[in-house]
């Protein structure tokens, strides 16, 4: 057994941590070659290569993160907290069987071809907005208001509320930040508890609704043959989703715009050849996603590949380093629109990988062709992005674009 050591370096603290994330992780990669380190801040491990991630994250021991350590300060015991013990990520199995399975049919009941269909109409109207603006921000005039209405066409609560959802879902990312004030945090249990009531007070009217709908799917979930008893309606395990099915799709988004407008040549290989938004959303999800890693926890002592993890001890699954593992991916942090490889880590794999990752493809996808349809092109009006504070959620937080229509 190889004993996790710490780095030599506290990468977690570096203050170009989201903005150099590159060079941060080949130094782990070089410095670290087992793949697992003792977190420098938090009492937990950190997983980084790929092959041992992809095999841990199957493993059936990795259950949810250990409950003492999910949320402090305000959220601790705030709506925060209330609304994520629905989310599938903090059961474990049995339950977490049923959760997952409500989740799926949240996020993909409705059928690929509604979803796209959908995703079109939104995208299309969106840029119809926009009208002929010269100078557009592609984080806020695009990718959140095209996030947050798919989710509130998605869930019924209608699009009115769809910039509220967008909002309020944005101020839960606060708790994954490295360093967050207690007034921060109160931000998060107000964006929580604002989801909570709404998705609430929505519920009643469409169970009844004649149009099928997320919740009531999420409903007939729970009560299908082999369920378990869960403490969670189909409404409450939909308000938990918020955050992930708006902030990392819109995330998604930003991040893949941002490479192809900063990537030489990428713009225009899309622009001659649309069937490429596909590849650009995928190399994006290896080397931007917007949500870097989540905690895991052993529920007994589990030995893999000669590591060993405690139990009860957090695994930071660490995917966006597994990414770029140059054991797996040649030259890890080229963008590359013709890359081949193994399955990305981004989504985590096995019986708790993310249930959203069709859904949030779905809308990067289409909403890259639609820009693409639009606009000729899209001229970035800032030397640097800006990634916003560092932590695990990591999303472009502004995209300033001179755009030239077709
Ligand atoms: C595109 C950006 C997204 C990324 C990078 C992402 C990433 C992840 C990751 C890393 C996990 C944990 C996997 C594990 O524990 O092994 C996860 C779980 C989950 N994700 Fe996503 N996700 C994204 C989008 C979404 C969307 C759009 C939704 C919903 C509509 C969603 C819903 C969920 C749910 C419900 C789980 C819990 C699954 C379970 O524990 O059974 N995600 N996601």
């Known amino acids: 057994m190889e004993p996790a050591k710490l780095l030599p370096f506290s990468p977690f603290t570096a203050p170009n941590f989201s903005s150099d994330l590159g060079s941060l992780v080949a130094a782990w990669h070089a410095e670290h070659g087992g793949g697992v380190f003792a977190h420098p801040v938090e009492p937990a491990l950190v997983v980084t290569r790929h092959a041992l991630l992809s095999k841990l994250s199957r493993h059936p021991n990795l259950q949810a993160q250990s409950n003492d350590d999910r949320a402090t300060g305000p959220s601790a015991d705030g709506a925060l907290a209330r609304v994520f013990s629905h989310h599938p990520l903090f059961h474990n199995q049995p339950q977490h069987k049923t959760a997952h399975r409500a989740a799926l049919a949240i996020a993909s009941g409705l059928g690929p071809a509604v979803l796209k269909d959908m995703a079109e109409q939104i995208c299309g109207r969106q840029l119809n907005q926009l009208g002929d603006k010269p100078i557009i921000d592609l984080v806020h005039d695009y990718a959140v208001p095209v996030a947050a209405l798919m989710w509130a066409q998605m869930v019924g609560v209608g699009d009115e509320y769809a910039a509220d959802l967008g909002k309020w879902a944005n101020a839960i990312r606060i708790p994954l930040w490295f360093q967050s004030a207690d007034e921060q945090l109160g931000q998060a249990d107000e964006g929580a508890a604002n989801i909570e009531a709404l998705i609430a007070e929505k519920s009643a009217s469409l169970r009844a609704a004649t149009d099928t709908n997320v919740v009531q799917l999420a409903d007939q979930s729970l009560q299908s043959p082999g369920s378990e008893p869960l403490d969670s309606t189909g409404s409450e395990i939909v ?78 699954m660490f995917n966006a380093a597994a990414n770029r593992d140059p054991l797996a991916f040649a030259e890890p942090d080229r963008f590359d629109l013709d890359r081949k490889g193994p399955v990305l880590a981004t989504f985590g794999y096995g019986p708790r990988a993310c249930v959203g990752r069709a859904l949030a493809r779905t809308v990067g996808v289409v909403a890259l062709r639609a820009f693409l349809g639009r606009y000729s092109a899209a001229e970035l009006l800032v030397d640097e992005v800006d990634w916003g504070p560092c932590g695990l959620v990591r999303a472009v937080q502004n995209l300033p674009v001179r755009v030239t229509a077709v």
Do not use: C, K
């Open 239 to 316: 308000a938990s989703m918020t955050f992930d099915a708006i902030d990392g799709s819109a995330g998604m988004l930003a991040n893949m715009f941002s490479h192809l407008l900063q990537e030489e040549g990428a713009w225009d290989r899309l622009r001659e050849d649309p069937n490429l938004a596909d590849a650009a959303w995928m190399e994006t999800a290896r080397l931007s996603p917007p949500i870097l890693g989540l905690f895991r926890s052993p529920t007994e002592d589990t030995e893999v590949d000669g590591h060993v993890f405690p139990a009860g001890t957090n695994v930071l």
